[in-house]
């Protein structure tokens, strides 16, 4: 069970990854670049949403069920208890949240230069969070077993 959710919840990020970066790129080039706010700008965001709110999910199941760092009687003193059971929870979900508020601001304004402004400010904020989090453990692109193997 573990085993499964854990995968998915590995290969979700680098969707998140792709998904950020590209909703990155329209929102910039269209706030800076004075464009309409088109379907495609949408759907990115609603891309990563959904891929966002699915992380979440998986990450709940393993940091409540599944997860020997979080579930375990493993010591806080353990660098990568400590980093799931508190850093990479709270970081990660705050940066959920940024996501779905700059969708919902995003929604709220009638403006399309507000549209890509405010779906700008919010998606890199948390994309500068996720990647500070994963790439301090070098989750970045590489999984836990190697980045376990690499900091021993
Ligand atoms: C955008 C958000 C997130 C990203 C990109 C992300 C990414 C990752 C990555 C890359 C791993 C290592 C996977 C592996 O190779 O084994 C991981 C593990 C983990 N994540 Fe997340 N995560 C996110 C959000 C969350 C959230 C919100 C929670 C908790 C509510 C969470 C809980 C966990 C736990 C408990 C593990 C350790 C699983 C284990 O026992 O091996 N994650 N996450």
Do not use: C
């Not at 990647?131 to 077993?145: D, R």
């Amino acid at each position: 069970m573990h085993t499964i959710i854990n995968a998915l919840h590995s290969y979700n990020r680098y969707l998140i990854i792709v998904a950020i970066f590209w909703v990155i790129f329209r929102s910039w080039s269209g706030w800076m670049g004075k464009k309409h706010y088109v379907k495609t700008d949408n759907t990115a965001s609603l891309v990563l949403l959904i891929l966002a709110h699915t992380q979440l999910l998986l990450g709940l199941i393993q940091y409540f069920f599944t997860s020997a760092y979080t579930t375990g009687d493993m010591p806080l003193s353990d660098p990568w208890v400590r980093y799931f059971k508190m850093e990479h929870i709270s970081a990660m979900i705050l940066a959920v949240v940024l996501i779905q508020l700059g969708r919902t601001f995003t929604k709220k304004t009638p403006l399309d230069e507000q549209k890509h402004k405010k779906t700008a400010l919010y998606t890199t904020a948390a994309a500068v969070i996720i990647f500070v989090m994963l790439t301090m453990k070098g989750l970045f692109l590489g999984t836990l077993a190697q980045a376990a193997a690499v900091a021993q």
